[in-house]
T-cell receptor, first 114, second 113 residues
Framework: AQSVTQLGSHVSVSEGALVLLRCNYS??????LFWYVQYPNQGLQLLLK??????LVKGINGFEAEFKKSETSFHLTKPSAHMSDAAEYFC????????????FGKGTRLHILP | DAGVIQSPRHEVTEMGQEVTLRCKPI?????LFWYRQTMMRGLELLIY????????DSGMPEDRFSAKMPNASFSTLKIQPSEPRDSAVYFC???????????FGQGTRLTVV
């Protein structure tokens, strides 16, 4: 079974500052890991995903995440925050076994301070 | 493809009424998921289907909730009777499998008064 924990339900950063959203996972088999973003009144959309290729994954809008097996982490970063990054971010995990469902974290709301 | 299509986008109903939410997945996707999102509980998986067959409905909160997928291009989530605590945003998502990305619809915002 898999699980995912997002540290911090709310994170505030100043515009132009580093964004770091934390995600730790638990999986008994090699995981697939995802970050999704949800803007107000919209569904979730994929930012990036890790599927056992390169450990540093680049996504849309300048975001990237690094898979660290030793730390069971998949933190999301962006070097310089923009006001348009204000949204809710979800980390998710699944596995290679068929019918293993995608498990989402509880989400982190990112606030950008002017 | 137009993506996952949900209807209606907004639904306001009175307590005790039946509510039906609809979803059209992306063509060719074998998996369909129904989620509920609230401030208190976050994003909860209610049920998911593989090739129109329900695989895991352990997230369905009560017998008042039921979901069907009569064919590959249509699914419904029904609440009967509805209660104010069912107020939430309900999302449908589809995926070619469970280990690549899920594509979400825009959601249905349900308000039960």
């Amino acid at each position: 079974a898999q699980s995912v924990t997002q540290l911090g339900s709310h994170v505030s950063v100043s515009e132009g500052a580093l964004v770091l959203l934390r995600c730790n996972y638990s999986s008994s088999v090699p995981p697939y890991l995802f970050w999704y973003v949800q803007y107000p009144n919209q569904g979730l959309q994929l930012l990036l995903k890790y599927t056992s290729a390169a450990t540093l994954v680049k996504g849309i809008n300048g975001f990237e995440a690094e898979f660290k097996k030793s730390e069971t982490s998949f933190h999301l970063t962006k070097p310089s925050a923009h006001m348009s990054d204000a949204a809710e971010y979800f980390c998710a995990v699944s596995a290679v076994n068929r019918d293993d469902k995608i498990i989402f974290g509880k989400g982190t709301r990112l606030h950008i301070l002017p | 493809d137009a993506g996952v299509i949900q209807s209606p986008r907004h639904e306001v109903t009175e307590m005790g009424q039946e509510v039906t939410l609809r979803c059209k997945p992306i063509s060719g996707h074998d998996y369909l998921f129904w989620y509920r999102q609230t401030m208190m509980r976050g994003l909860e998986l209610l049920i998911y289907f593989n090739n129109n067959v329900p695989i895991d409905d352990s997230g369905m909160p009560e017998d008042r909730f039921s979901a069907k997928m009569p064919n590959a291009s249509f699914s419904t989530l029904k609440i009967q009777p509805s209660e104010p605590r069912d107020s939430a945003v309900y999302f449908c998502a589809s995926s070619p499998d469970t280990y690549t990305e899920a594509f979400f619809g825009q959601g249905t915002r349900l308000t039960v008064v």
